[in-house]
């Protein structure tokens, strides 16, 4: 998340369903029909979209986004500066990030626009807990009635609806709405929604509770391993020194090796722009077809990042 100024607070109740309490998914409805229903049973949308004074790069964040087939069962529905990836199968779907509070339903409408429910979603996963990417998370809870899952910190930071002070964003970091008892879930856990498996990997740094996520994807004989990796980049409010500070340079120095040593065909991104996706994707439509396939990108990724936190170390001197 970029740097955002002073914090705001927003706080409605809102239910929590377990997995096991989920009813089957249906088949996608005609495409007059959804559209009816959902106004009719969600969430009320946000009524104003993130104010630009607090946060000058929200409304080129959720820029709209046709979704697209990232490969096999996985595909791209969040706005154009904020990845939000649904992995689909009969027996219920994972999504993994909500965006902004603004972002949530043009998420559903991503997903109804591939002829998916949103309704299916039985699972919502998290990259890290910052109103960028967590900020959407409740209405769309509600919306599916999904169970939520996250590590430790940054399950307690989406019940809150907020960070805490050993978040480097503290001071800058905008509430948004909280989705109460969110499940906690322990590193290398493999999480499953039928015979989806994804596998949680903590990589904190950017917060104390980032999560990359692995997972395997198939289009007929051939599978590839998609990874899904947080955020790398050490930034914080104005004062937040990061020298001297060797619990949070060990937390990217782990974090640097975890994504150097997974099994990374894709690598997807919270903010597209990070990971090269739109150059990839436009190769793609220009006919490369494996175009978004690059096994060296999450070791690329990890050097970038390391050479990013070197910067900062520099210009903190």
């Known amino acids: 998340m970029s740097p955002l100024p002073p914090r705001a607070l927003l706080a409605p109740a809102l239910l929590f369903l377990s997995l096991t309490s989920c009813t089957p998914p249906r088949p996608a409805a005609d495409a007059a029909e959804p559209a009816a229903v959902a106004d009719a049973t969600r969430p009320a949308i946000p009524s104003a979209p993130t104010d630009p004074d607090d946060c000058p790069s929200c409304a080129e964040w959720n820029a709209p986004q046709a979704p697209f087939k990232v490969f096999g069962d996985t595909y791209y529905v969040g706005p154009h500066g904020l990845s939000a990836l649904l992995i689909t199968s009969p027996e219920g779907h994972v999504l993994i990030d909500g965006g902004l509070p603004e972002s949530a339903p043009v998420i559903a ?50 019940a809150d609806g907020d960070v805490g002070p050993d978040d480097p964003q503290y001071e800058i970091h905008l509430a948004y709405p909280p989705v109460p008892s969110p499940r906690v879930i322990a590193d290398g856990e493999v999480l499953r929604v039928g015979p989806l498996a994804l596998t949680a990997h903590f990589t904190p740094g950017h917060t104390p509770g980032g999560t990359s996520w692995s997972w395997r994807s198939c289009e007929g004989a051939r599978c590839l391993d998609l990874v899904y990796a947080d955020s790398m980049t050490p930034v914080s409010a104005d004062g937040y020194r990061f020298t001297g500070n060797e619990a949070k340079l060990a937390e990217f120095a782990r974090s640097y090796e975890v994504l150097e040593h997974v099994a990374c065909d894709v690598l997807i991104t919270p903010h597209p722009d990070a990971s090269g996706l739109w150059a990839r994707l436009a190769s793609r439509e220009e006919g490369a077809a494996d175009a978004l396939v690059d096994p060296a990108a999450c070791t690329r990724y990890a050097a970038t990042a390391r050479q990013r936190l070197a910067t900062r170390l520099e210009e903190e001197r």
């Open 109 to 158: 409408a991503n997903i109804e626009a591939l002829g998916f429910r949103v309704e299916d979603v039985r699972l919502i996963l998290n990259s890290h807990a910052h109103s960028d990417h967590a900020g959407g998370i409740a209405w769309l809870q509600r919306a599916s009635g999904a169970a939520v899952a996250a590590s430790p910190w940054s399950a307690g930071a989406i």
